[in-house]
Nanobody, 124 residues
Framework: QVQLVESGGELVQAGGSLRLSCAFSGGTFSSYVIVWFRQAPGRERESVAG????????YYAESVKGRFTISRDNAKNTVYLQMNSLKLEDTAVYYCAARPSTVIASAASLYDYWGQGTQVTVSS
C-alpha cells in the first residue's frame, strides 16, 4: 500500500524559510504525481504545489508563486516543498498526496493517498 509521511513543519517568523519533506513508499515513486495541499482551521483544503514524475512540469497556486518551490528526488522517493518569504496566511497543516497519473491535478478529491500532515505556524 502506498504511504506518505510529511515532516519539517514548525514555528517560523514571517519572512523566514522552511523546507517540508514528503517520504513515499509502497509503490513506484516515478509513476505518481505528487501534490502539496494545506488546510487551516475552518477553511477548505487547498492545493499549494504539484509536480510530475519528471520533476520539470509543476503547478503552483497563485498565492505562493515566486515564494515556494516544489521538487522531487526519485532516487530518494522524496518530494520537497521549499517555502520562502513566509507570510502569516501560510499557517496551516500541510499534506502531501499522490495519484498514479502523468498529469498534475489540483483537486483534492482526485487523490487517494495522503500523508498525516505537518503543522506550519508563521508568527509575526
Amino acid at each position: 500500500q502506498v504511504q506518505l509521511v510529511e515532516s519539517g513543519g514548525e514555528l517560523v517568523q514571517a519572512g523566514g524559510s522552511l523546507r517540508l519533506s514528503c517520504a513515499f513508499s509502497g509503490g513506484t515513486f516515478s509513476s505518481y504525481v505528487i501534490v502539496w495541499f494545506r488546510q487551516a482551521p475552518g477553511r477548505e483544503r487547498e492545493s499549494v504545489a504539484g509536480i510530475r514524475w519528471n520533476g520539470i512540469n509543476t503547478y503552483y497556486a497563485e498565492s505562493v508563486k515566486g515564494r515556494f518551490t516544489i521538487s522531487r528526488d526519485n532516487a530518494k522517493n522524496t518530494v520537497y516543498l521549499q517555502m520562502n518569504s513566509l507570510k502569516l496566511e501560510d499557517t496551516a497543516v500541510y499534506y502531501c498526496a499522490a495519484r498514479p497519473s502523468t498529469v498534475i491535478a489540483s483537486a483534492a478529491s482526485l487523490y487517494d493517498y495522503w500523508g498525516q500532515g505537518t503543522q506550519v505556524t508563521v508568527s509575526s
